[in-house]
């Protein structure tokens, strides 16, 4: 399970669901690692606005990944004018003559799109429900008492 | 025509296996109207939209939303994400997802993931952009209650058989998994949120679109198959407000 998709995700419970402590579920025993995955700056400067950047800075603490800032970037500083270099010749997605990614397109596109959950906890802070992730399918099914 | 996304890999004993309804989705959200539809509602600079399948099954719609973002879109800044109550759907859908992308990779918009979880009870609030739900639509007596963990207990063709029913089984009408879906799509989707949702004749689509407008949606039949005496077999509701 991608880290960006936890940028969507919240305690399944209907009780949780309007309590801010709902989001963001919080990993615990998390096993990480990395898949390969289509490199796309556009789709990043375009995701950018809909990120949770709190958020996603407390889920880099919690997993002990490198910080991403306090402040959110905003979509220019994932470009700068030069030419593409050959390693960026197979992004995806649109670019501008003349602009290349930078290197934190680059850590931006690592941490979302290729850091994966393999197994792992997701917990909800505010009824304390843990969500079992297993070879990296989050399981939110929930016994009917719970629902 | 699109190419339809494989899955050969798929052991249809216990996930269900596209047919029909399956393939009228996917003629729909490529049709002429949706492209142009979904391209003037998220263009190319807008934010991410995100496009959520509700029971995968095979993966074959969500891989076919994925992998053909660029035709859907016209462009592929789109993020997808499927969720299913069967497990097994869930392996499979995600590598079925994961092989078209990498098939049609400058077509492709960002796959995320598929969890096990009930319609959309793992999203946050108003989130989702593009929601499409092929439903267990037919009318049974009974409603099969949801698993509550991925392990199904039970001897496997018991197992099985109960996994495929989900996929199915609708309770009365067909309708009572879609009801619930509709009755909360007002917190799934966001603002410039659209549903597309596929119906059969017995799930009475005329009255449900008079409820949905009566609700304040905006509702409109975007695709249909067959005939059964002069009524279209399937049709696929477009929702969204404007
Ligand atoms: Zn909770």
Redesign the pocket.
């Known amino acids: 399970m991608k880290l960006l998709t936890l940028n969507f995700l919240t305690?399944?419970?209907k009780?949780?669901k309007p309590?801010p402590t709902?989001f963001p579920l919080h990993p615990a025993d998390a096993t990480l690692a990395t898949t390969e995955t289509a490199f796309s700056p556009a789709f990043l400067r375009n995701i950018l606005p809909r990120l949770d950047w709190p958020a996603l800075k407390g889920l880099c603490d919690e997993l002990g990944l490198p910080g991403v800032g306090d402040e959110a970037p905003g979509p220019e500083a994932l470009f700068e004018d030069g030419e593409l270099p050959e390693s960026d010749e197979d992004i995806v997605g649109e670019i501008e003559a003349g602009k290349r990614p930078t290197k934190l397109a680059h850590d931006l596109h690592q941490l979302l799109v290729e850091t994966v959950m393999l197994e792992g906890k997701l917990v909800?802070?505010?009824?304390?429900?843990e969500y079992a992730v297993k070879e990296g399918i989050a399981n939110f099914l929930l016994p009917s008492h719970l629902v | 025509m699109l190419p339809t996304p494989s899955t050969s890999h798929v052991s249809f004993d216990n996930v269900y296996e596209p047919a029909e309804d399956s393939y009228l989705v996917l003629d729909t959200l490529s049709s002429a109207s949706e492209t142009a539809f979904l391209s003037q509602r998220f263009p190319v600079h807008a934010p991410a939209p995100l496009a959520l399948e509700i029971g995968t099954g095979s993966g074959v719609v969500l891989a076919f939303i994925s992998a053909h973002a660029r035709k859907l879109f016209g462009h592929t800044n789109v993020i997808t994400l499927g969720t299913d109550v069967n497990g097994f759907a869930c392996r499979a859908a995600r590598e079925t997802v994961q092989v078209a992308c990498k098939e049609h990779k400058a077509e492709a918009g960002i796959f995320t993931d598929v969890v096990a979880g009930d319609l959309a009870s793992p999203l946050r609030a108003r989130k989702v952009d593009v929601l499409v739900f092929n439903p267990p639509y037919v009318p049974t007596e009974e409603l099969p209650a949801l698993p509550d963990d991925l392990v199904v207990p039970g001897r496997e063709f018991e197992r099985d058989s109960y996994l495929l029913s989900l996929s199915y089984a609708g309770g009365e009408d067909g309708m009572e998994t879609t009801k619930r879906l509709l009755d909360s799509l007002g917190d799934i989707l966001s603002e410039r949120g659209v549903a597309y949702v596929l119906l059969c004749a017995r799930n009475r689509p005329d009255e449900v679109a008079a409820g949905l407008r009566d609700a304040g949606w905006d509702v409109e039949v975007c695709g249909r198959s067959g005939k059964v005496g002069g009524w279209e077999k399937l049709v696929v509701l477009r929702i969204w407000r404007d």
């Open positions: 305690c399944a419970r009780a949780c309590l709902s909800c802070a505010s009824c304390g429900h």
